[in-house]
Each structure stands twice: as C-alpha cells, then as structure tokens.
C-alpha cells in the first residue's frame, strides 16, 4: 500500500488522508475494541513516557523568563508585568509549540518508521486482505493518541513552567505562593486557554497526520525506513511553525 508522492499532490494527499482518519474516528469508537491496545500504547508512549523530559524543560524556561524578566522590569518600575508575560510566553506561544517539538522528536520518527515497515512486510495489505480497515485499525489510534497526549502534555508543561517561575521568583522578592499563583490566574484570561487548546489539538493533528503519510510513501525497499522517519521530522516541524505563525496571527487580529 506504498504510496509515491510527488511535489503536486503532496500537500493533496496530506489533506485527503487527514479527513479520512476524521471520518474514520466514528466507526474506531463505534467497533474498534481490537485497536484500543494501540491508542492506550501511542498515549502510553506519547504522553506518559515525556513527562520527564517535558517537566525539565518547562523549570528551565519558567525558570528563563523570571531571571531575565524581573531585573529588567524592576528597573522601570513595572514588576507586575512579569505575570501576563509568563502567561504569553509559557502558556500561549512556547508551551504548545515545545510540547508539540518533544513529541515530533519522539513520536512522529516511531510512527513513520513502524508505519514504514508494515508497508514494506506487506502488513497493511494484509488488513485489507481480511476485510479490515487500515486507516481505523493502524490510522485512527495513532491519530487520536497522538492528539490527545499533546493536549494533555501541553497542560503539562503550562504547569511546571509556571512552578519553574514561581522558584526563581523567590530569589528575586519572596512571597507565598497564594499571592504569586493568584497573580497569574489573574492574569490568564480565557482568550489565553483557548487559544494553547487550539494549538495543541492541531499540532497533535499535524504530527499524527504527516507521520503516518510519510510512513505509507514508502516503496518496497527497507532503506526507505529511516529515510520515512527523517521526512516526517522535517515536514512536522515545518508544518507546525506555519499553523502557529497563523494562529497566533488570527489570535492578534480577531481576540485582542
């Protein structure tokens, strides 16, 4: 079931396969007990084995933006400024987009790949040899799993970002963490959740989606493997750094 892409219907092909794997969501949920193993293992994989690595990185980047930021605005007087800029930074722009970069390292290299080598062993023929569907049985877990773990990991990674500010802001003026938490809350508006939900559901979509079809380009030859792999990093980030750039954009004009 190799699928050759050319520089025309490329972007075609990407759409086509992502309403697919929508409409096929449906009929997963209604019958699709035999691949719930798959969702469970791809959120397993996904989102609970990066928790690690995602609580690391957002301590630092909390921990960034405070050390550079309150010195700064102590100077001119605007200390308080600090909270809405933490909520811009960590919850708005970076934490989708860092959330969405671990599982495109992660996940999208293991999905291209494992999707590969059941093109080349002929596995996906052999679903439909036996009348199933491979894009509800191998497509839509991996869809919803991968969607769904960067939901949840971008929450995550809001959190430990917020704590990570809240550590290096005690160095700078102490204070309890009710005042400091309470000053961010005030801070974070709904326009702010929204718009990192938004985020976070469409990189979830776009990692998932361009994984699985560059997994399926593949021919016949195994040295396509990892060749999948290396495709489906570059398009994912690529594409990821597009759709932010243009959330954020209608964020701007039509929210603010």
């Not at 550079?68 to 989708?96: C, D, H, K, M, N």
Request: glycine share 8%; charged share 10%.
């Amino acid at each position: 079931m190799a699928v050759k892409f050319s520089r025309v219907d490329d972007i075609f092909y990407t759409f086509g396969f992502f309403f697919r794997t929508l409409k096929g969501v449906g009929a997963f949920i209604l019958r699709g007990q035999a691949a719930y193993q798959v969702l469970i293992l791809q959120i397993l994989f996904t989102f609970v084995q990066a928790l690690g690595i995602s609580a690391l990185l957002a301590l630092g980047i909390g921990a960034a933006v405070n050390t550079i930021g309150i010195p700064f605005l102590a100077r001119i007087s605007q200390e308080r400024i600090i909270y809405p800029l933490l909520i811009t930074i960590i919850t708005r722009e970076l934490g989708p987009l860092l959330a969405a970069f671990i599982i495109i390292a992660r996940s999208a290299t293991a999905i291209a790949t494992e999707i590969a080598g059941m093109v080349i062993s002929h596995e996906v023929e052999a679903y439909i040899s036996v009348g199933l569907d491979p894009i509800e049985y191998l497509a839509v877990p991996r869809f919803l799993g991968v969607t769904l773990s960067l939901f949840l990991l971008n929450i995550y990674f809001s959190l430990f970002g917020l704590a990570g500010s809240f550590v290096v802001a005690q160095i700078f003026n102490a204070m309890p963490a009710e005042i400091y938490f309470g000053n961010l809350l005030r801070a974070l508006s709904v326009q702010d959740i929204f718009i990192s939900v938004v985020k976070s559901i469409a990189f979830g979509m776009i990692i998932s989606v361009v994984a699985m079809t560059r997994g399926l380009a593949v021919e016949r030859a195994s040295t396509e493997i990892p060749k999948a792999g290396l495709h489906a990093v570059g398009s994912a980030f690529a594409w990821c750094i597009v759709v932010d750039i243009v959330l954020s954009a209608m964020y701007y004009i039509v929210l603010m």
